[in-house]
């Protein structure tokens, strides 16, 4: 198996960020991989200029994990200040999924946000009804806080987001 590097995206990645996130997360090619949200929501995940403002905010760096050339993976992160940091929208060909990459992914966007925006906390949220995605994360090291947010999108769901936590100075970044 070939070796997979990271890199920060850039202007000219934007678009095939966005094909990922949505191959990944919504329509019948997430349903490939174990971690989508295909059954649960419709539409798109995100949109061209969502994608473009992320990569372009100074606050932000979405990482990349590519494979001889080919994009196999993203992850944002967003320094929130105070040590906090911000990891969302990870995402893995559905097609290479449960291959460690996503594992592999968060231990580099990790010792990124503590290295880029001085994090010693990361933070995350996950749909409620994503039980097994939740464990998946709690695996990794990552702690419920008790915390509860809206779904935040404006739409007729019943979803809750379910707020978790890890620190970083245990990682040595």
């Known amino acids: 198996m070939s070796t997979v590097t990271y890199r920060i995206a ?4 934007a678009p095939a960020v966005r094909a990922l996130i949505e ?33 372009a905010a100074p606050e932000k760096r979405v990482l990349l994990a590519e494979r001889d ?13 105070g040590g906090l940091a911000y ?16 594992r592999a992914l968060v231990s580099e966007v990790e010792k990124l946000a503590a290295r880029e ?14 039980t097994e995605l939740i464990a998946w994360y709690e695996r990794r090291g990552y702690v419920r806080t ?5 779904f935040p999108l404006p739409l007729d769901v019943s979803f809750q987001m379910v707020v978790l936590e890890r620190p970083l100075l245990q990682l040595g970044a």
Request: hydrophobic letters at 40%.
């Open 146 to 150: 008790g915390e509860l947010r809206p």
């Open 87 to 102: 990891m969302g929208l990870l995402c893995i060909d559905p097609d290479l999924q449960a291959g460690g990459l996503g």
């Open 10 to 13: 850039g202007p000219a990645d």
């Open 69 to 81: 050339g080919a994009l196999v993976g993203t992850v944002t992160i967003t320094d929130l200040g």
């Open 23 to 55: 191959s990944g997360y919504r329509g019948d090619s997430a349903r490939k991989g174990w971690s989508n949200e295909a059954d649960l929501l419709d539409g798109d995940r995100t949109t061209p200029e969502e994608v473009a403002a992320m990569i």
């Open 117 to 130: 925006f001085g994090a010693t906390r990361m933070e995350l949220i996950v749909v409620d009804a994503r």
